[in-house]
Structure formats: structure tokens, C-alpha cells
């Protein structure tokens, strides 16, 4: 499973000419269409070039076409069912294979470092996340990362017998009236299923604190999970993703994640929905840019606190090898058109460049006007 940690290592890695290939490929389950995977691989370095598909195309070494042929051949068995990322270049030297917790779309890239946006998307729709599965008496909690699932804890709550219950709650001189007994034995039980969930709520937060804060999936009885999540801080209800109805008993890890993952794709949809909705419902301002050229320039001038690009697609460009500014032309560099250098995907160096300015990215299906950013303070006109 990728991590935001492997994604700022690779982002580290720079070389002098675009010699850095990244290649995204699914490897199917079928072993007919694996056959096919080198073949696939080589039709997409055909398209691998510096600026997409214009112009300047920049081959792919003889040298990595066989590399990734090897790898293919040796683990495409490791990688059934997903999107693998491949990373090769002899200069710096780099050899890295990643599998994506879920299906990306394909390409190709040649640049001068690795690209890492698809890794981004996978993070943001295919988070690792945290399943509470409860009942009155017993707590289960794993976590999901793709597709392994690991239990963090596991709770039991002890309920004295009846006899116990009885005599904890009869004081002095209680007649005995059945129906008033009966009614704070349950009261009791009922005390001690909100310690249980408290307590259960404690182990959630003291894992959430040592694996980051992640999205929670409650599991379990109809009428369990709105007691549990009404004794949940608010915090950390902030954080539930949402929940599903199945008897704890019966489940299995696999089937956890079985339904706990609509859940979580469910939730990713609707907060894309939510973002993009904000967009086109906010009045005309300053502080919003909407299109390729108004966000190429809040990008150039460090004003984007949230950049919005689609998951797919490419789109070549420019970067000044002086002054670092990106443009599709090449030829509104201040430093001139001779100070250009192509790149194949702007979407990836306007990602990059917000997130060195400590910004937020967020990677969509269909973003207003293409691309769109939520800005820190009016950029200035670019002369």
C-alpha cells in the first residue's frame, strides 16, 4: 500500500534530462490478457514523450523496455487485479514497483523525475481506514489497508449474572417487586454497554494516534451502532465514514472489508461531489481560479491553498529552467522562450509545486473548468 512517505521519497529523486520513466499498468487476472502486458507496456512508451503527444518526443531506452519486461515476467503474478506503478531510470539509478490499491488509468510518462500523481489519487479515493465492528458485549477493530486487513483490538465486556446484577442494584428493605428490579437490572446493563463503548472509543483514538488520523466504518446491529456512535467524542465522529448492519458474530475479516469498502467508496464520492458543488455555487472571486491559464498563474506566484485537477489526462507544457515558472506556451516565460524546458504534464508540475507550498490537492473525476484552485490572496496580472 502506498503511503504519503514513499510519495515525498520519490518526489526527492531529480535528473539532469528527462530519463526517469514511470509507467502505470494494469495487470489483469486473466493469464491470456497478462500475455499481452509487454506489448501494452510498449504501445504506451510510444506515447511517452516530453509534452504528451506533441512535438519532441523523448524515447524510451532499449535498456528499460527490457527492465520492465523483467519485471513483468518475474511478479505480474503479484500484482493480479491492480494497477501496478513501475519506476526505472539508470541516471539516478531507480528501480521501484508499487501495486495500487485500486485501478488507475494507464500511461506512460519520460520526465526528469518520477510521476507521482496517480499515487496521489490512489491515496485520496483508496485510503487505508479503520473498521469498529460492535455489539453490546464485544468490540472487534481492524484496519484496511487495499486489500489486507489486520486486527488492532478486540474487547470483551464481562456482564455479571442475573443473581450479581440483582444483588448489586437490591439495597436494604427492597421488597422485591419484580417489574422495579427487572427495570434497573437493565438500567444497569445499560451503564455498563456505554462504558463498553467508551472504552472502545478509547481504543480507536489511541490507534488513530499512532497510525494518523484515518476514516472510520461502524459495523454491527441495527440498534447498536447509534449508541455506539452517540458515545463517540466529536472528533472523532467527524471522522466516520459512515456504517453497515451484519450480526459481529458471523463476519469474517474478508467479509469486513467486503462491506465496509462501499462505504468508504461511497464517502469518497459524495465529498468529490461536495468539493465540485462548492465551486460552481461560489459567487465570482478573487480568491477562486477556474481554468488552465488562471491557475497556471496562482501556481507560479505560491497562491494556491487548494488545487483541484482531474484524475486522468495529460497536458504538456512548459517550465523555465530559471525561474520555474509553468506555462503551456513556453513563451510567457520572463526569462524568455530559449529558457523553456517542455514537461509532459503540467497537471503534475502545478500539483507539485502546491503541495512544496504547503497546499492542498485534490484529484476529481470532472473538475470545474478542467482544473480549479481556492487561493491564499489575489495573484497579481502576469505581464
Not at 516565460?333 to 502546491?354: H, I, K, Q, S
Amino acid at each position: 500500500m502506498i503511503s504519503r512517505a514513499e510519495v515525498e521519497k520519490l518526489l526527492e529523486i531529480q535528473a539532469a534530462e528527462p530519463s526517469v520513466l514511470s509507467l502505470y499498468l494494469f495487470v489483469p487476472m486473466d493469464p491470456d490478457a497478462r500475455r499481452g502486458l509487454p506489448a501494452r507496456a510498449g504501445e504506451l512508451f510510444e506515447l511517452a514523450a516530453r509534452g504528451g503527444n506533441g512535438p519532441g518526443a523523448v524515447q524510451v531506452r532499449e535498456e528499460d523496455r527490457q527492465a520492465v519486461r523483467r519485471l513483468l515476467e518475474g511478479h505480474a503474478r503479484d500484482w493480479l487485479g491492480h494497477t501496478v506503478a513501475i519506476f526505472i531510470s539508470a541516471q539516478p539509478h531507480l528501480t521501484e514497483t508499487i501495486a495500487l490499491p485500486c485501478q488507475l488509468p494507464e500511461r506512460a510518462v519520460l520526465a526528469t523525475r518520477p510521476h507521482v500523481r496517480p499515487l496521489l489519487v490512489a491515496l485520496q479515493r483508496c485510503p487505508a481506514y479503520l473498521v469498529a465492528v460492535i455489539d453490546q458485549h464485544h468490540a472487534w477493530l481492524l484496519r484496511v489497508t487495499g486489500e489486507q486487513i489486520d486486527t488492532v483490538a478486540r474487547s470483551e465486556m464481562v456482564i455479571p449474572a442475573a443473581d450479581s446484577v440483582r444483588s448489586y442494584v437490591r439495597s436494604q428493605g427492597f421488597g422485591g417487586w419484580y417489574g422495579l428490579e427487572s427495570y434497573r437490572v437493565h438500567e444497569r446493563i445499560i451503564q455498563l454497554a456505554r462504558h463498553h463503548y467508551h472504552d472502545t472509543a478509547a481504543i480507536i483514538e489511541q490507534a488513530t494516534r499512532a497510525n494518523g488520523k484515518q476514516l472510520l466504518v461502524v459495523g454491527g446491529h441495527e440498534q447498536t451502532i447509534p449508541q455506539f456512535l452517540a458515545a463517540l467524542p466529536q472528533a472523532m465522529r467527524d471522522r466516520v465514514a459512515g456504517s453497515f448492519i451484519a450480526d459481529p458474530h458471523t463476519l469474517t475479516p474478508a467479509r469486513v472489508r467486503a462491506l465496509a469498502g462501499p462505504v468508504i467508496g461511497t464517502w469518497v464520492s459524495e465529498r468529490e461531489q461536495r468539493l465540485v458543488s462548492q465551486f460552481w455555487l461560489e459567487p465570482p472571486s478573487q480568491l477562486v481560479a477556474m481554468g488552465l491559464e488562471p491557475c497556471l498563474t496562482a501556481v507560479n506566484q505560491h497562491a494556491a491553498a487548494l488545487l483541484v485537477v482531474p484524475v486522468g489526462g495529460l497536458v504538456p507544457g512548459f517550465s523555465c529552467t530559471r525561474c520555474g515558472a509553468l506555462s503551456s506556451t513556453g513563451e510567457s516565460c520572463p526569462d524568455g522562450p530559449a529558457a523553456a524546458r517542455a514537461v509532459p504534464d503540467l497537471f503534475e508540475e502545478m500539483v507539485v509545486r502546491t503541495l512544496n507550498d504547503s497546499g492542498q490537492v485534490e484529484a476529481v473525476r470532472d473538475p470545474p473548468g478542467e482544473v480549479a484552485a481556492r487561493l491564499r490572496f489575489p495573484p497579481a496580472e502576469p505581464e
